[in-house]
């Protein structure tokens, strides 16, 4: 099974290290960044699966930067983290493309099971995407063809 | 509620009250009363003149009418019949016949001796040629005197008619009784004291009067009646007794006589008197219905502005309350989302910690020293009191945000006791009875279930808590009342006999983080989020409290349209 590779994005510099300590502890491998731009700007030169997001960040927010995200990369799963418990903030975050949303202070173990179900549904997705590019091929291999 | 300076106000509505009804109403009463006794009054003198009037004229005619009888005599028999006695006694008595008033009859010759006479005294004889009357009317025709004593010595007065024959001058005279000329004045009767009476010029009477003064007397008034005057006089004076008197007089038989009608004032106008009472007797009760009122309705606007200003007050004390309340909700979202970021912060350097440990103790590097047990305890508590703070952000936030609510239409008599059942189990541990007395026909009310069930729980617990505090675990009462105030409300009763709320914490019941639970057990939040709750139902939430008696919120929530 593919290792999942997750990216944290926020603001706070001990939060990003502690928690990167934490994941490739717990085995997984972890990228991190600052702010919306980096976190665009490493989605372009790695493949990561899944990216938890901060909601509030200076500069280009998490909403922001979610909806880029899903713009540049839909296949990439996005967990919104929030301190604050607004159900709007969240209901934007999910109407904009998030998988799903956490309220800080979250433990590590809660994380790692969003992380997991968001994985499993982008496997999932992947495994649609696969199936329908099969069925397409086997119709018209002359347009995968051209396609290619 | 500060008592409001409103005894000016008062003082003035009041002032203006009694005045402006009292200014007409004394001014109407005041026109009318002069108006009705000035007319009263002309009624009462006219009436008096014309009573003068007639009586004057009756005397007049009286005296016209004996003069007339004499004439008569004079006319209808010679002097040469008259002058023997017995002719004159059949006379005489022919004219008793006409006239009672006759006393006597007399007969003279031009030198004025007394040649004949009937009647009660001996006078044949006698000569008046010297006499006044007698030079009177054999200048004038005839003569009718005062009243005199002469050779009688009684009063009585005289009336005589001379007659011119060719060849001599003779003279009729007869005596009237004075007695019923007396009765015949008397006799007007007017009121209680109308009297009346003749006087002659000098003042003297000529009858009685029958209120004192006998004959021939002088009346002690007669300066008053001043000369002789036209027609007929009317005046008010004192008489000497000092009794005040209405007068009308009027001079008769060429005014050598005063006719005098007076009655005592008070007696004349005695209707004006009991018009007087009548009319004192309704400025009185007027006036007084006047005060009552003026006081009566003075009081209703005042009370009103009194309890409009409490209801302004309470308005404005909910408003200050309500965007206090926002204020601090916004705040304190802010604050708790500051705090989270660090809490999570320290969360994961704790996760982190834990995870190192127990690497460590698995790799053996780490043995289970009493240090290292205090360390993991010190970092146990650590994770505790993160959640600790986790759980007030939460609830701060809670409160904070501004939850989005899906109302609907609410039978309460279903749903109040759903609610209840969630704490029944909690409450029988604690020997706590609850008693739910809900009005089966409430109507419909449009709100959050999930809102309103948060509020019930909220309060169920609360009671609960101070329930057990009080009591321990027996005695306890809780009782869920609901019923419907008007057609537009309903109002919810919880009611406890719990350890109650002092009277200084009342007031900051609602007010958030406000709490008398013991450190960690009560964010202060839960009544705020209630009553923000129902303030936003469009509703309203009251506490009446009494320290070791009891508690009960009352909460009323308009009623579905």
Not at chain 2, 192 to 197: I, L, N, P, S, W
Not at chain 2, 221 to 230: D, V
Not at chain 2, 391 to 415: H, M, N, W, Y
Not at chain 2, 536 to 541: L, N, S, V, W
Request: with cysteine.
């Amino acid at each position: 099974m593919e290792k999942i590779k997750i990216m944290l994005v926020d603001d706070e510099e001990r939060f990003l290290s502690t928690t990167k300590k934490l994941l490739i502890k717990k085995g997984y491998e972890t990228l991190t960044a600052t702010s919306g731009a980096e976190a665009l700007e490493t989605l372009k030169q790695k493949n990561i699966h899944v990216v938890i997001l901060d909601v509030k960040m200076p500069g280009m927010d998490g909403i922001e930067t979610l909806k880029e995200i899903k713009r540049q990369f839909p296949l990439v799963e996005v967990i919104m983290l929030t301190g604050h418990a607004t159900v709007e903030s969240a209901i934007d975050g999910l109407k904009s493309g998030a998988t799903d949303y956490l309220m800080k202070p979250t433990g590590i173990e809660e994380l790692l099971e969003k992380v997991e179900e968001a994985f499993e549904k982008r496997l999932r997705l992947e495994e649609k995407i696969r199936l329908a590019q099969t069925r397409k091929f086997m119709k018209s291999p002359r347009e995968i063809l051209r396609e290619s | 509620m500060k008592p409001k300076p409103y005894g000016a106000l008062k003082k003035t509505i009041l002032t203006c009250m009694i005045l402006v009804p009292f200014i007409p109403f004394i001014l109407v009463l005041g026109i009318g009363y002069y108006n009705f006794t000035a007319s009263l009054e002309g009624a009462t003198i006219s009436t008096m003149k014309r009573i003068v009037e007639d009586h004057r004229q009756m005397i007049e005619s009286f005296l016209n009418e004996r003069s007339g009888d004499l004439k008569y005599i004079l006319d209808s028999y010679p002097f040469d019949v008259l002058r023997h006695t017995e002719n004159l006694q059949r006379v005489f008595e022919n004219l008793r016949k006409v006239s009672q008033a006759f006393v006597d009859l007399g007969i003279f010759n031009a030198d004025g001796l007394h040649v004949a006479y009937v009647g009660p005294f001996q006078l044949t004889g006698r000569s008046y040629g010297q006499s006044p009357w007698f030079q009177e009317v054999i200048k004038k025709g005839y003569y009718i005197s005062d009243v005199f004593l002469g050779y009688r010595q009684i009063p009585h007065f005289i009336i005589a008619v001379a007659k011119e024959d060719s060849d001599q001058r003779w003279v009729i005279r007869a005596t009237i009784d004075t007695h019923r000329f007396n009765e015949l004045v008397k006799s007007v009767r007017i009121g209680k004291t109308g009297e009346a009476y003749l006087l002659d010029a000098d003042g003297t009477f000529q009858t009685e009067r029958r209120s004192g003064g006998t004959l021939m007397q002088k009346d002690a008034e007669r300066y008053r009646y001043g000369t002789s005057h036209e027609g007929i006089k009317t005046f008010i004076d004192n008489d000497v007794q000092g009794q005040t008197y209405l007068y009308a007089t009027t001079w008769l038989k060429d005014k050598s006589w005063l006719l005098v009608v007076r009655q005592e004032k008070s007696d004349a106008f005695k209707s004006l008197q009991n018009a007087t009472y009548v009319i004192v007797m309704i400025s009185v009760l007027g006036g007084a219905g006047i005060v009552a009122v003026a006081f009566f309705l003075t009081g209703r606007i005042i009370r009103r502005m009194e309890r409009m200003d409490a209801e302004k007050d309470q308005l404005g004390q909910q408003l200050i309350r309500a965007s206090r309340l926002a204020e601090i909700g916004e705040m304190a979202a802010g604050f708790a989302h500051e705090i989270n970021n660090p809490l999570q912060i320290i969360k994961n350097e704790y996760t982190l910690i834990d995870m190192i440990l127990a690497e460590l103790k698995e790799k053996g590097q780490l043995r289970e020293t009493e240090d290292v047990t205090e360390l993991q305890d010190s970092l146990d508590q650590i994770h505790k009191q993160v959640e600790r703070c986790a759980t007030i952000t939460q609830a701060i936030l809670k409160f904070g945000r501004k939850s989005e609510s899906v109302p609907q239409d609410l039978d309460l008599p279903a749903f109040i006791p759903e609610v209840t059942e969630m704490v029944a189990k909690k409450a029988s541990v604690h020997g706590i009875a609850i008693k739910q007395n809900i009005s089966q026909r409430l109507n419909l009310v449009h709100v959050d279930p999930g809102q309103l069930q948060q509020v019930l729980l909220n309060l169920y617990n609360n009671a609960i808590d101070a329930i057990i505090e009080r009591h321990g675990s027996a005695g306890g009462e809780l009782s869920i009342e609901a019923d419907a105030i008007s057609n537009a409300h309903v109002e919810i009763r919880v009611t406890d006999n719990g350890s109650g709320i002092r009277s200084e914490n009342l007031k900051k019941i609602f007010t958030p983080f406000f709490t008398t639970k013991p450190v960690g057990k009560g964010t202060g939040l839960g009544l705020a989020v209630c009553y923000g709750i129902i303030a936003k139902m469009g509703g309203e939430m009251t506490v009446d409290s009494q320290e070791n008696v009891g508690t009960t919120f009352s909460i009323r929530i308009p009623a579905a349209v």
